[in-house]
C-alpha cells in the first residue's frame, strides 16, 4: 500500500467513525510534539496536504490503526467506542485488510444540558 | 506559536504547553473573551483546550459574579482561591494515562485518557451553583482494570449552602458519571471543602467577617465506597 491510498484509507475511516452514534468529534492522534508540528506546518502553508486525524501504520503484512474521539456525554464512553470498534472493522474487512489492530482512544467527552449519561 | 500576553485576570501558572498543544492559557482565556469567534480550527481540534475553555468559562461565570458583589461591597477580593482553581485546571486538561475500558478483545485496545475523565468529574460542577472544583486526582493504579481507584477533590462552596448535603450530591453525581464513562473501581470519592464563598461582606449572623470575600476552611468530608 502507497503513502496514498493509506491517506484516502484514513479519510474513509473518519467518516465512518462519524457516522457512530456518540462520536462527537475526530481529534489528531500522536504525541503533543507530533501534532503541534503537524498543526504548525498546516497553519503556515508548509508540506503536503493536510494530515489525516486517523493514524495508519504498516507493519508487514498488518496494519495498525489509531483514532482519538471526542464523544457525548448522553452516551456512556464504553458503548460508544464498541459501537466505532464494530464500524471501523467492517470498513478495514471490506477495504481487505486482515488482522487489523485497532486503538480507539476518548480524549474528550463533550457536557450535555441537565448532566451526562449519568443524568 | 505563542505570544505571552498580558491578562490582568489570570495569574501565570506553571503548566507543560504541551498539555494545550502549543497554546497558553492566556490566549485560550482571550479566545473565550471573543465568544470562541472566528473560530479557531486548532484550538477546538485540540482536546486539552477543550477541557480548559470548558473548565474556564465555568469558572468566569462565578468569578464575575463574586466580582459584582466585591464591587458592591468595596472589599478587596481574595483571589488566592482562583489560583488554586486555574492550577487544578491546569494539571487536568493533562492526557495523563490512558484507562482501558471494553472486554478484552484480540486487536482491539480501547481507552479512555485520565484528562477526559478528569474533565467529566469537573463538569459536574456545573449542576451546583456556585460550586469550583479545584485539584482533582484519580489515585491508583488507573491502568489496570479492576485496580481500586481514589477520587479525591478539592472544591469550593457557596456560603450558606447545606455543605454535607451539596457534598453528597456531588459525590453522587461524580460517581454515577464515572460508572457511566469508565470501568474504574472507585473505592471512594474523597472531597475536600477547602474554601467558601460569600457575595456579601459583613458579619452579622454569618460569623464570616467583614474584611474578605472568602474564608477558607479544611473540612474533610467523609468518604464513600461507591462499588
Known amino acids: 500500500m502507497n503513502l496514498n491510498t493509506d491517506a484516502a484509507l484514513a479519510l474513509e475511516l473518519e467518516a465512518a467513525v462519524r457516522t457512530v452514534p456518540g462520536v462527537v468529534e475526530v481529534y489528531r492522534t500522536g504525541t503533543p510534539v507530533a501534532r503541534a508540528i503537524a498543526v504548525g506546518g498546516e497553519r503556515l502553508g508548509i508540506g503536503a496536504a493536510p494530515q489525516p486525524l486517523v493514524s495508519i501504520e504498516r507493519a508487514g503484512d498488518g496494519i495498525q490503526v489509531e483514532v482519538s474521539l471526542g464523544v457525548s456525554g448522553s452516551v456512556g464512553a464504553g458503548d460508544t467506542v464498541a459501537a466505532a470498534t464494530v464500524v471501523l472493522s467492517?470498513?478495514?474487512?471490506?477495504?481487505?485488510?486482515?488482522?487489523?489492530?485497532?486503538?480507539?482512544?476518548v480524549v474528550h467527552i463533550s457536557e450535555v444540558p441537565g448532566g451526562s449519561a449519568a443524568a | 506559536m505563542t505570544e505571552e500576553r498580558e491578562h490582568p485576570e489570570l495569574p501565570r501558572i506553571g503548566f507543560e504547553q504541551?498539555?494545550?498543544?502549543?497554546?497558553?492559557?492566556?490566549e485560550l482565556s482571550e479566545y473565550l473573551d471573543r465568544g470562541r469567534m472566528p473560530r479557531d480550527p486548532a484550538i477546538e481540534a485540540s482536546p486539552g483546550c477543550r477541557l480548559a475553555l470548558e473548565a474556564l468559562e465555568r469558572l468566569t461565570g462565578v468569578t464575575a459574579e463574586l466580582r459584582a458583589a466585591d464591587t458592591a461591597a468595596e472589599?478587596?477580593?481574595?483571589?488566592?482561591?482562583?489560583?488554586?482553581?486555574?492550577?487544578?485546571?491546569?494539571?487536568?486538561?493533562?492526557?495523563?494515562?490512558?484507562?482501558?475500558?471494553?472486554?478484552?478483545?484480540?486487536?482491539?485496545?480501547?481507552?479512555?485518557?485520565e484528562g477526559a475523565v478528569r474533565g467529566v468529574i469537573r463538569a459536574a460542577e456545573r449542576l451546583f451553583p456556585r460550586v469550583l472544583i479545584g485539584s482533582c486526582r484519580l489515585?491508583?493504579?488507573v491502568t489496570e482494570p479492576g485496580a481500586p481507584v481514589r477520587i479525591r477533590l478539592d472544591v469550593s462552596v457557596p456560603y450558606g449552602a447545606p455543605i454535607l448535603d451539596l457534598v453528597a450530591g456531588l459525590r453522587a453525581e461524580i460517581g454515577a458519571r464515572l460508572r457511566a464513562h469508565t470501568e474504574l473501581t472507585v473505592s471512594g470519592i474523597d472531597i475536600t471543602v477547602r474554601d467558601i464563598t460569600v457575595r456579601e461582606s459583613g458579619a452579622g449572623e454569618s460569623g464570616v467577617g467583614e474584611s474578605g470575600v472568602s474564608e477558607t476552611h479544611w473540612l474533610p468530608i467523609g468518604t464513600q465506597a461507591e462499588r
Open chain 1, 90 to 105: 467492517a470498513l478495514l474487512a471490506e477495504r481487505g485488510c486482515t488482522a487489523p489492530e485497532l486503538r480507539i482512544t
Open chain 2, 18 to 26: 504541551d498539555d494545550l498543544d502549543g497554546y497558553s492559557l492566556e
Open chain 2, 75 to 113: 472589599a478587596p477580593a481574595d483571589e488566592g482561591w482562583v489560583q488554586e482553581i486555574l492550577a487544578g485546571i491546569a494539571l487536568d486538561v493533562r492526557a495523563g494515562r490512558r484507562i482501558p475500558v471494553g472486554a478484552s478483545i484480540p486487536g482491539v485496545d480501547l481507552g479512555i485518557t
Open chain 2, 139 to 141: 489515585d491508583g493504579e
